[in-house]
């Protein structure tokens, strides 16, 4: 990453904090502290898959553009295929989940405004493994995010 200017910013291929999320392999690009709180950037790149179970968001707006592979969104119980070139825009408040195809994808993710970052952040920190899903829940509650 490289500041450009006490405003803008240039995030070089590969730069960025790299995380695991219960699973979810993510490359943070642009977080709250770069873009005045406004949004995060995060590039996920998964194996095939990997899930995030149903759930919503209190705070934020997420939108998802699939980059390669292909993902499956399950959006307030509708299944919806999403192939490279897709976008989906799920506000705050709908249930989703979503589930990746079998030769894996990558996506971007934008989240509106600022701060899940640092819920995959502090997830990021929890053992090696099958995560223990009563301390996830409870976490991920911490910063408005709900499952179903």
């Known amino acids: 990453m490289k500041i450009l200017h006490s405003q803008a910013t240039l995030v070089l291929p590969g730069a960025g904090e790299q995380l695991s999320v219960i699973g979810d392999r993510q490359t943070i690009k642009?977080?709250?502290?770069?873009?005045?709180?406004?949004?995060?950037?995060?590039?996920?790149?998964?194996?095939?898959?990997?899930?995030?179970p149903e759930h919503f968001h209190t705070q934020e707006d997420e939108i998802?553009?699939?980059?390669?592979?292909?993902?499956?969104?399950?959006?307030?119980?509708?299944?919806?295929?999403?192939?490279?070139?897709?976008?989906?825009?799920?506000?705050?408040?709908?249930?989703?989940?979503?589930?990746?195809?079998?030769k894996g994808a990558r996506?971007?993710?934008?989240?509106?405004?600022?701060?899940?970052e640092k819920l995959f952040r502090e997830l990021n920190t929890l053992p090696p493994g099958k995560p223990d899903f009563e301390v996830v829940k409870k976490t991920c509650s911490k910063f408005g995010i709900h499952f179903l």
Do not use: C, R, W
């Open 107 to 116: 996506a971007l993710i934008i989240l509106q405004p600022a701060g899940t």
């Open 64 to 102: 998802f553009y699939v980059l390669e592979g292909e993902m499956e969104f399950t959006v307030s119980k509708e299944k919806i295929a999403a192939a490279a070139g897709t976008t989906v825009f799920l506000p705050k408040g709908i249930p989703h989940s979503f589930k990746v195809g079998e």
């Open 30 to 52: 642009l977080d709250g502290s770069q873009t005045n709180g406004a949004f995060a950037l995060i590039e996920q790149n998964n194996e095939p898959g990997t899930s995030i």
